[in-house]
């Protein structure tokens, strides 16, 4: 199947710092990427979708400039945490998608963010 | 109401036994479904999509029901290694992809 990564995956920061995340797709075009954050012991919520090329667009109750996304390639979305805080400490797991896959997302491995 | 929503759980079930999880969605037009399934403190892996006609896969069995709008997992013989959260996945149109909060199962020897 498809390869995603992803990198850190952990990373440990101090509270106001800026976190960068990085989503790879390794062996095929990514149209479409997902950012989404999961808390312990619930379930992925979706941040935001961005598209080769375009702005991001956010869920609700996510704030677009405290999560910058960027998409500049079909092969590579980055996730900027600016100004962390101790709330913003979660799992981050970014997805990818791409023509012809039929709507199936392929999962990076994720990255734990802890803010202190 | 959630878009998608699924027993939390946990089912805690001795080894060989058959467990069923259901999933419950709101919107009529969904399009797209799967079950994915997820290790502590892993990313979700894709364990199989759902077709109207239903599909087996070894011991796995999902079904689809549109009429009713649920969808149904089925594990037959279950092994230690099944233990893990299953999600369900509801696609609305486009990349629009809804998951439900998850079924824990625990399987035990």
């Known amino acids: 199947g498809a390869v995603v990564s992803q990198h850190p995956s952990w990373v440990i920061c101090k509270s106001g710092t800026s976190v960068k995340i990085e989503c790879r797709s390794l062996?095929?075009?990514?149209?479409?990427m997902f950012w989404y954050r999961q808390f312990p012991k619930q379930s992925l919520m979706l941040m935001a979708t961005?598209?080769?090329?375009?702005?991001?667009?956010?869920e609700q109750g996510v704030e677009k400039d405290k999560f910058l996304i960027n998409h500049a390639s079909l092969t590579l979305s980055t996730l900027t945490v600016t100004s962390a805080h101790p709330e913003d400490s979660s799992f981050y797991i970014c997805s990818a998608t791409g023509w012809g896959s039929s709507y199936e997302q392929y999962f990076g491995p994720g990255t734990r963010l802890t803010v202190t | 109401r959630k878009e998608v929503e699924q027993d939390p759980g946990p089912f805690n079930v001795p080894e060989g036994a058959t467990v069923a999880f259901n999933c419950t969605y709101s919107n009529s037009a969904s399009q797209s479904f799967f079950w994915y399934r997820q290790d502590c403190r892993k990313e979700p892996k894709l364990l199989m999509s759902v077709y109207s006609s239903g599909n087996e896969d070894g011991r796995f069995t999902a079904q689809l029901n549109r009429a009713s709008q649920y969808i149904s997992l089925l594990i037959r013989d279950s092994k230690l290694s099944d233990s893990a959260t299953y999600l369900c996945v509801v696609n609305s149109g486009g990349f629009k992809t809804i998951f439900g909060a998850g079924t824990r199962l625990f399987v035990k020897a």
């Open positions: 961005s598209n080769e090329g375009s702005k991001a667009t956010y």
């Open positions: 062996d095929f075009q990514a149209t479409t």
